[in-house]
């Protein structure tokens, strides 16, 4: 199996920054796109940001120029930096990885974390 660890979450205020890793970990073959998702309440989950394996990014145009996505492929690690947070940032964070396993080389599946809480004060 494939497990996904998030880590970095917390309570910040306006206009301050947190980072937020996720790490791959089972028995992982190859990791094509790796990306962040949000849900705020009553809301529905959103793409965040995407990064592929060569390092193309796509971004929300809420979060373009304030966050950065970035990835360490030799550790199958998946990092967003959030900068300027705002109120409207407030959801729970995670993180998905296209993985093909060992047992399957050939098939990608996505697998998701468990999310990470970011809240915002204003």
């Known amino acids: 199996q494939v497990q996904l660890v998030e880590s970095g979450g917390g309570l910040v205020q306006a206009g301050g920054s947190v980072r937020l890793s996720c790490a791959a970990s089972?028995?992982?073959?190859?990791?094509?796109?790796m990306a962040w998702y949000r849900q705020a309440p009553g809301k529905q989950r959103e793409l965040v940001a995407s990064?592929?394996?060569?390092?193309?990014?796509i971004y929300a145009d809420s979060v373009k120029g304030r966050f950065t996505i970035s990835r360490d492929n030799a550790k199958n690690t998946v990092y967003l930096q959030m900068n300027s947070l705002k109120p409207e940032d407030t959801a729970v964070y995670y993180c998905?990885?296209?993985?093909?396993?060992?047992?399957?080389?050939?098939?990608?599946?996505?697998?998701w974390g468990q999310g990470t809480q970011v809240t915002v004060s204003s």
């Open positions: 998905t990885a296209d993985v093909a396993m060992e047992v399957t080389r050939s098939t990608f599946n996505m697998f």
């Open positions: 089972g028995s992982i073959f190859s990791i094509n796109a």
């Open positions: 990064t592929s394996s060569g390092g193309r990014t």
